[in-house]
């Protein structure tokens, strides 16, 4: 059984043989560039967007704490009840 893994050297060398065969020595350096500005375009993108769920956490807490607070507010506004006060027999 074969596990799917890091390629060999000599498999390396296949792949880059075949690679150059059809795309030439003129289009690899272009292939090299282009790979090379897609990776760095997508760790951009990933940093971009973990900053993005960063700032949405920060938001959110704000607004759930601004929540809280408006909630205290209308607690504390209510009038609260009379308290009645009932005075019970002595036990004997």
């Known amino acids: 059984m074969v596990l799917m893994g ?26 090299g560039g282009a790979i090379g500005e897609s990776i760095k375009n997508f760790k951009k993108g990933i940093k ?3 900053h993005d769920v960063e700032a949405k956490k920060v ?16 607690q504390q506004a209510q009038p609260k009840p009379p308290i009645d006060v ?7």
């Open 48 to 50: 971009d967007n973990e």
């Open 6 to 31: 890091i390629p060999s050297i000599t498999e390396l060398i296949i792949i880059f043989g075949v690679v150059f065969l059809l795309f030439g020595a003129k289009k690899l350096p272009e292939l």
């Open 59 to 74: 938001e959110l807490a704000r607004l759930e704490a601004q929540q809280a607070q408006q909630a205290q507010q209308v």
């Open 86 to 92: 009932v005075a019970k027999p002595p036990e004997s």
